[in-house]
């Protein structure tokens, strides 16, 4: 079994604060398409690989369902492809994404 630093053990920590803080904050709804339920994922809107210091900003996650309508793709999986224009909360999450990474708003928007 891999060790985990003391350093991601913190990020986890503080993460899980966040989306607890999220569970609280808000409804329980896929904003890219609207449907609730079960199968909400929380969906960073920047890559944690790409922004570090975004991983736990609120504002970079947002819920979004893992299985759309009949088996299809659902909208977390559609905001990481080349289809995220298709979602409700495209031009929402672009808007924070120009505001906090322009070249990464750039690199995705085309």
Not at 11 to 33: A, D, F, N, P
Not at 52 to 73: E, F, P, Q, S
Not at 81 to 109: A, C, G, P
């Amino acid at each position: 079994m891999r060790k985990i630093s003391d350093k991601q053990k913190k990020i986890k920590r503080e993460l899980s604060k966040v989306y607890m803080e999220i569970q609280q904050e808000r409804g329980h709804y896929c904003t890219g398409c609207g449907r609730s339920g079960i199968g909400l994922s929380h969906s960073h809107l920047i890559p944690r690989s790409r922004r570090a210091d975004l991983i736990t900003d609120k504002r970079n996650i947002t819920y979004h369902c893992l299985v759309g309508h009949n088996n299809t793709k659902g909208c977390h999986e559609l905001w990481e492809s080349k289809e995220r224009h298709k979602l409700l909360d495209y031009h929402r999450n672009m808007e924070y994404i120009l505001e906090v990474d322009t070249e990464y708003y750039f690199l995705i928007s085309e």
